[in-house]
């Protein structure tokens, strides 16, 4: 179950008033000059295979962020670094460790998503999305950086600041329910903010920034007991009170299980009170939803009792749910053993009838040497020899030590319902013993792969298309933003492609690691040895030995004494 | 020196030479998780059991379909892969189950591995241990504390199936004709240490069995038999021993000593083979950690009967305790000697005696050396205390090592022919491991024998020539000739053998010390001391224990001790070589063969 809460009324003229935009995201915004930017904490993997697509954009475990800033190179160099140490601080993350031995540029992926996009695109079609420069019309230069860290953990101290930004915090509205203790026992966890220009008016003329915040978590119902029932106050351990009085909306949607047969599985307390209502054209994509207007609830005569919402099964196992059919999962993972050299191999599987357009960028740190010459792709277990029919186009940006990442980007046609493999091989650097962290035998991270695909809508429906549903059975008010692609998408064409992005899985490689207590015992015995045995011998080298005879032994200490006496 | 040696060896499995375990890794904290596994649980498992009995007699296909049904059922992640395997003796196909249990939040690069085949050690279904394994999958699922995934593993056949697993874990499966090995399907991240569970049948044990020697001799860290010993030390009790041999405890010290020997030549022995002594062996090659906890029951044994239900905490247990790691296991021993659970011998303990066994040979090898050169008249002239003649620093007298060189070259060549007549597949007819053996053993036969005859023949014709020569070279004067006769060619023969022999032992001791101290033992005293005779009965009892020491002799020991057949020895030194990829084929074959032929020829050389 996901839960997701707007405050349009958020969007506000570019830092003109911030009576609803957080300040200390719209001076950091100004101060680093930032176009666009995308945050995201995720905590666990998300299984596409098993749950479809993530209804919020959800990236890869870790922390992942991305930005378009204005200015040319040197300037947003400067930019960014400003960016990620402050937003560091701001949300209490590693976020400053994005230096530039992680950060990239990728040329195909990440494109922007501010609706100037739509304008200077009449038709958004899939080659034109492959364009590397997308934004012609606006004169000054942007550019985009992007950093991930796969091994930072998120918890409340992360959920707490994310909290401030909102208008009524966690006092009211949705954002009551959240409470780390449950938050962070869930299978998995993601907050995001995503911030982007938007339109006013049809000309885009006038604009404003957008600033959604979002969190994914996935609850294990059947975890503790086994049975599939739930309420929000049993998940959460909280109820909402009341609506936030600053929001325009406050709903709650439930995404309902679909099922093809045996309708009535399942009882919903309370009932929506305008009925399930279905989204979808045809009998294939619809699914139903129960909306919960907080607004309404809370003015009319249970203003006063909490907001209550649970779901029995009369089974204790749902019958014939709809099964989950991903069009696009991917999965990475490295081949074989041993410290010196190993591989990394990459399955994505299209499961659609169609063939589809995917980008693929993977980063991989400078301590993997990559030998693109052992670049090989196979198309359903058979190796291909002409990789011209499936990598349309391929970015490469080789590592240089101790300065940036390896980056490999590829446009790829992946042809309907196939399995495409890549494999490439590499060597593991032997890092300098400063170089190694504190827990050195745990390995490196490697962050994960992405896969940008545009998928038809039918598919993509429980994916980042299904936000943008979900807005539009909103019914914004006229007041409201109102952006063309809002009203593109209103029109549900039916070529209406939505763009996914698919998160690889986190990799954990293990570099020749020297046994750090050895140092130790190879200094302070060598250096024992050293002094025992070169002092002793350098002694005796230089020394020269006589023999001394008893009568000069006598005079010498005769003349001693003498010499005691005259002192 | 080889005294000294010997003396140390046997003092290694004294009390007061070796230690007490202790844990090494901080994160580990054995026993200090409270585990969930509950009487509910041990009913749960006896109801897999119950099903698993009902299955095992299925076909191979058929049961790992139903076992991923069982595992998809509590809703884990379930797959199953295909292999086939063909050797040179057998052709094995076989059907693997394995279920992941993705830790919740955790990022899935590390993961623990839970395994069990579906034959165990006593060759009888296993099927406490899968049933075991289905009911742990369903307590982890009900768990939101793990850090690490954990995977499940149910293998068919002996070691290929999980061999054949972990290949394709690890993105080197193969598709060749010998060879398949499905890709995996359901994957998860860095394995970072595996259990392997045997606990055959449906009843009760009274002890519980660590085996831990891996292929080639491979040990896991220390650290992983300490975490499990101290968990069934407080929290889980049961009786924990080394392999499946009960010794009871006596404070008489010799007695006490007398078993930390047997338990130390148990686990040296297992060692020495190089074949693993259970499904853990395979891990070690992939550098992840693994044991295998073996259940047995030992008819009149004092300790209390264990259940499902102890054995289930006492697993949980351990996989908490490693599911705390930081870090891979690094922290404690990789090389050690058990006479013990809890009593073990460092490897700056166990390698002196060795080490003193390579220099033994060396410098033996180096005074025959300097025998080579010594002239016998001046010899005999310091001897007689005549002071005139001062001994040269150096000697004129030259070596000749055209003999020794080629011997040795040739039964180099021969021990690699052997080796590849054993392992590659010709096709003809009829063609069983032990023809080829016999054809490898006939290959050395006619080397030594034609090594000995051109010798002997080599010598005569040089005799003869010199004899000739004196008689020509009367004429001149006596002090032209004084160019000696080089020394015989034994003499060089066996400092060249002395010499590998001391290369062998220490470079293998370093490998795998057991077989290092085995080979080292069984040719200390022929190698130094046999060289040829002019008696035919001490030549032919040389003769005799060489051949008892060689390849052939061994195995016939082998399978005469075990009262098996040859073929079947045979068979299993080959079988571990193709499947798991044991040295011990090539070593004896590459190594050890090629000093013993040149052995032989050098007892049998003329005496000159």
């Given amino acids: 179950m996901m839960d997701e809460e707007h405050f349009d009324g958020a969007a506000s003229n570019l830092f003109k008033h911030y009576n609803l935009f957080p300040r200390s995201i719209g001076q950091i915004l100004h101060s680093f000059d930032v176009e666009e930017l995308h945050l995201t904490f995720t905590q666990g993997r998300w299984h596409y295979g098993d749950w479809g697509y993530p209804i919020a954009p ?156 979002t969190i994914t978590t996935v609850f294990d119902v059947a975890r503790k007991d086994g049975s599939f029932n739930w309420s929000i106050s049993e998940l959460f351990e909280r109820d909402i009170t009341q609506a936030c009085p600053l929001a325009t909306t406050s709903k709650v949607i439930l995404h309902l299980p679909q099922t093809t047969q045996f309708a009535h599985q399942y009882e919903l307390v309370p009932f929506p009170p305008q009925g399930i209502q279905t989204v979808g054209s045809t009998a294939e994509t619809r699914q139903e939803i129960a909306v919960y207007d907080l607004k309404a609830l809370f003015s009319g005569t249970r203003a006063d009792s909490p907001f209550q919402l649970s779901m029995h099964w009369r ?122 962290p504190p827990d050195a035998n745990r390995g490196f991270d490697v962050g994960c792969a992405v896969i940008t695909a545009l998928l038809p809508r039918e598919r993509g429906q429980i994916g980042y298309g299904a936000l943008d549903h979900l807005r539009i059975y ?26 996914i992005r698919v998160y690889t899985e986190t990799l954990l490689v293990s570099l020749p690691t020297p046994d750090f207590s050895m140092p130790y015992n190879v200094i302070t015995l060598t250096c024992t040895v050293i002094a025992l045995f070169f002092g002793s011998m350098f002694n005796l080298m230089t020394r020269n030995f006589e023999v001394v005879e008893q009568t000069k032994l006598k005079e010498d200490k005769g003349k001693g004494k003498k010499e005691d006496a005259t002192k | 020196m080889v005294a000294v040696s010997f003396i140390w ?49 299925l076909s191979s296909y058929e049961r790992a379909q139903a076992l991923e049904q069982e595992f998809s059922k509590i809703g884990l992640k379930a797959a199953t892969q295909n292999y086939t395997l063909n050797t040179s003796t057998d052709s094995k196909r076989g059907v693997n189950t394995y279920a992941v249990f993705y830790a919740p939040r955790s990022d899935g690069t590390e993961a623990l591995v839970l395994s069990a085949s579906w034959t165990s050690r006593d060759q009888t279904p296993n099927i406490n241990a899968i049933s075991m394994l289905l009911a742990l999958g369903r307590v982890f699922k009900r768990c939101s504390h793990f850090s690490k995934d954990i995977i499940f593993v149910v293998s068919d056949g002996d070691a290929d199936g999980l061999q054949a697993w972990l290949k394709a874990y690890h993105g080197n499966e193969e598709n060749t004709q010998d060879r398949t090995e499905e890709t995996l399907r359901v994957r998860s991240g860095a394995i970072q240490a595996a259990l392997n569970l045997d606990f055959s049948g449906v009843g009760d044990y009274n002890a519980m069995g660590i085996f831990f020697e891996g292929v080639n001799g491979q040990l896991p860290n220390l650290d992983m038999i300490n975490t499990v010993a101290a968990i069934t030390e407080g929290f889980a009790p049961v009786e924990l021993t080394l392999h499946d041999e009960l010794i009871p405890y006596t404070p008489n010290l010799t007695k006490n000593y007398l ?63 490693l599911n705390n790691l930081l870090e891979h296991l690094h922290q404690s021993f990789f090389f050690y000697l058990l006479s013990g659970v809890q009593r073990y011998t460092s490897i700056g303990l166990y390698m002196p005696p060795v080490i003193i066994l390579g220099v033994s040979f060396i410098f033996q090898a180096l005074s025959l050396w300097g025998h080579s050169s010594d002239l016998p008249s001046e010899l005999a002239a310091t001897a007689a205390g005549n002071k005139a003649a001062v001994a040269l620093p150096y000697s004129l007298r030259s070596r000749n090592y055209k003999v020794a060189s080629s011997v040795l070259a040739m039964s180099l060549v021969a021990g690699l022919t052997t080796f590849h007549l054993l392992t590659q597949q010709f096709g003809f007819p009829g063609e069983t491991p032990l023809l080829k053996f016999a054809a490898s053993v006939g290959v050395c036969s006619m080397l030594v024998f034609s090594a000995v005859s051109s010798a002997h023949v080599r010598d005569r014709i040089l005799k003869s020539t010199s004899l000739k020569g004196k008689s020509v070279d009367k004429t001149t004067s006596l002090s032209s000739s004084a160019e000696p006769a080089p020394a015989a060619d034994w003499i060089i023969l066996k400092t060249f053998i002395l010499a590998l022999s001391a290369l062998i032992v220490t470079t293998l001791s370093a490998l795998n010390f057991s077989l290092a101290v085995s080979i080292g033992l069984i040719i200390v005293f022929p190698y130094m001391t046999f060289r040829p005779s002019h008696y035919k009965v001490l030549s032919l009892i040389q003769i005799v224990a060489l051949i008892a020491i060689s390849p052939p002799g061994l195995m ?53």
């Fill in chain 1, 58 to 213: 959800s990236a890869g475990t870790g922390v992942e962020l991305w930005a378009w800033l204005n200015g040319d190179n040197n300037r947003v160099k400067a930019n960014w670094k400003g960016l990620t140490n402050t937003l560091s601080g701001l949300f209490c993350a590693s976020l400053n460790f994005i230096d530039d031995t992680i950060t990239i540029e990728p040329k195909l992926s990440f494109r922007h998503e501010g609706l100037y996009n739509v304008h200077s695109q009449s038709s958004p079609s899939a080659q034109q999305s492959f364009n590397t420069d997308t934004n012609s019309t606006t004169a000054s230069p942007k550019r985009l950086r992007y950093g991930s860290l796969p091994h930072e953990n998120v918890c409340t101290e992360n959920l707490t600041p994310w909290i401030k930004l909102l208008p009524c915090k966690s006092k009211a509205g949705i954002a009551s329910l959240l409470k780390s203790h449950k938050l962070f026992d869930t299978r998995f966890y993601s907050m995001a903010i995503h911030i982007r220009p938007v339109c006013e008016d049809e000309h885009c003329k006038v604009k404003s920034l957008e600033l959604v915040q």
């Fill in chain 1, 315 to 436: 089974d204790s196992r749902p019958k014939s749910v709809r099964a989950v059919s991903p069009g696009i999962v991917a999965h990475r993972y490295f081949t074989g053993y041993g410290q010196e050299r190993g591989g990394l191999a990459i399955e994505i599987q299209n499961n659609n009838a169609q063939d589809v357009e995917a980008i693929y960028l993977d980063t991989l740190p400078w301590y993997l040497k990559l030998y693109l010459h052992t670049f090989s792709i196979e198309l359903d277990g058979k190796t291909l020899d002409n990789h011209r029919d499936l990598v349309k186009k391929m970015f490469y940006q080789p590592a240089v030590d101790r300065a940036r990442p390896a980056v490999l980007e590829l446009a790829l046609v992946l042809p309907a319902r196939s399995m495409v493999k890549f494999a490439v091989s590499f060597d593991k650097v032997f890092l300098k013993y400063t170089e190694h």
């Fill in chain 1, 474 to 499: 909103q019914e914004r008010e006229a007041n409201l933003v109102q952006s063309a692609r809002l009203e593109a998408v209103a029109e549900a064409r039916e070529n209406e492609q939505d763009k």
């Fill in chain 2, 9 to 57: 060896l046997l003092a290694l499995p004294h009390q007061g030479y070796s230690k007490r375990t202790y844990i090494s890794e901080n994160a580990l904290l054995p026993g200090s998780a409270n585990v969930r596994f509950d009487y509910s649980d041990s009913l749960a498992a006896e109801a897999y059991r119950d099903t698993i009995q009902r299955i095992s007699t």
């Fill in chain 2, 259 to 321: 078993n930390s020997l047997k338990r130390m030549l148990y686990m040296m022995k297992y060692q020495a083979v190089g074949s693993p002594t259970g499904n853990h062996g395979l891990y070690l090659k992939y550098k992840i950690d693994a044991i295998t906890l073996y259940g047995f029951d030992k008819p009149g044994w004092h300790s209390s009967r264990y259940s499902l239900f102890r054995l289930g905490t006492l697993i949980e247990s351990t996989v908490r305790s």
């Fill in chain 2, 556 to 608: 016939f020991i082998a399978s005469w001790w075990h009262s098996k057949d040859m073929s079947q020895v045979l068979a299993w030194v080959l079988e571990a070589y193709e499947v798991l990829g044991t040295w011990l084929l090539p070593t004896i074959c590459c190594v050890y063969w090629p000093l013993n032929m040149a052995a032989m020829v050098m007892v049998l050389l003329p005496v000159s």
